[in-house]
């Protein structure tokens, strides 16, 4: 799976043995969620059976892979009266540092390193989320189908930073809009400052005390068990903390500089004449860099743990 950064352009290519019914090849890109991203599109024919697509920006400064996340794109085309549709994937990701900024920490380090920058901090990146329990992608403008349980709050497998709307049951005889952010009249629901009081929260819940602005009468006041609820807004984190950047820095120069190797490997102590290395119980509880474990406290969602 080829990988892009975010907010940055992408090119497909499609190779067929030869070109497809009246040449054309449509092409439509969905983002991991389940939304529809861009499209059907159709491809440029760059030579016999060789269609390309490029997802640029689509106004300026917005790139069309402006969220993080696996993208999946169709490309369908007619032969001989049969459609077929052949699909690829690209993984959109979001680094915790770039390398001017990194290089800047660190300019000894430029010389030696500069071209293996991507691949280290892809691999701290890697350690982050595992250690935290939670990445620090960007995925704005997406839809979430949750189901109700019950309860007057809904938690959300990724945290939201902007609700745009919220829709119970949408496209039954049963559809009501409880949130939409273009109408200030329909504001039954609110993010929930859990687990911590940053701009991004893993819940919603029904507002308390709130009477419809029309019937003046009590609406809802919990997620229904068999009800769906669509969550439209901007899920994720808009930018990456400044603790989760310092820590992303202090991984990549121990990758580079290979000071956590023993650390990595949950090894305490060694004795060299023997040959023997004391291993710690708890080393999944660490990035391997204290510092970078401090930085992090507060972002931890849960611990990563194993059984003996």
């Known amino acids: 799976m080829d990988e892009v ?13 030869s070109d497809p019914t009246s040449n054309t090849v449509a092409v439509s890109l969905y983002h991991e969620f389940g939304d529809l991203v861009s499209g059907p599109t159709n491809a440029t024919r760059t030579g016999t059976g060789v269609y390309s697509i490029t997802y640029g920006q689509q106004a300026s400064g917005i790139y069309i892979l402006n969220a993080a996340g696996q993208y999946r794109a169709d490309f369908k085309y007619t032969i001989g009266g049969t459609l077929y549709t052949q699909t690829q994937y690209i993984n959109v990701y979001t680094p915790y540092i770039d390398s001017d900024d990194f290089f800047t920490f660190y300019p000894e380090l430029e010389t030696a390193y500069g071209t293996t920058f991507d691949r280290n901090e892809k691999r701290a990146r890697y350690i982050i989320n595992s250690y935290c329990g939670q990445s620090f992608d960007y995925y704005p403008q997406k839809t979430l189908n949750l189901d ?27 559809e009501s809009v409880l949130l939409d952010i273009d109408d200030p009249t329909i504001n039954a629901i609110e993010k929930i400052r859990y687990p911590f009081s940053f701009e991004s929260s893993y819940g919603i819940r029904f507002k308390r005390n709130l009477t419809d602005s029309v019937l003046t009468q009590l609406v809802e006041s919990s997620f229904k068990r068999n009800s769906v609820y669509t969550v439209y807004g901007d899920y994720g984190w808009r930018i990456v903390p400044d603790n989760v950047r310092q820590a992303a820095a202090l991984i990549i120069a121990d990758l580079m500089n290979d000071d956590s190797d023993y650390r990595r490997h949950g090894i305490t102590n060694i004795n060299m004449d023997s040959v ?6 708890k080393f999944y509880e660490s990035t391997g860099n204290i510092e970078a474990d401090v930085l992090l406290m507060d972002y931890i969602l849960f611990v990563m743990d194993y059984v003996v």
């Open 5 to 17: 950064k975010i907010n940055t352009s992408k090119t497909l290519t499609l190779t067929l043995p």
């Open 148 to 174: 109700g349980d019950r309860y007057n709050t809904l938690r959300l497998p990724y945290p939201i930073f902007t609700i745009r709307k919220v829709t119970a049951d949408l496209g039954t005889d049963m």
């Open 276 to 281: 023997s290395f004391n291993m710690t119980s």
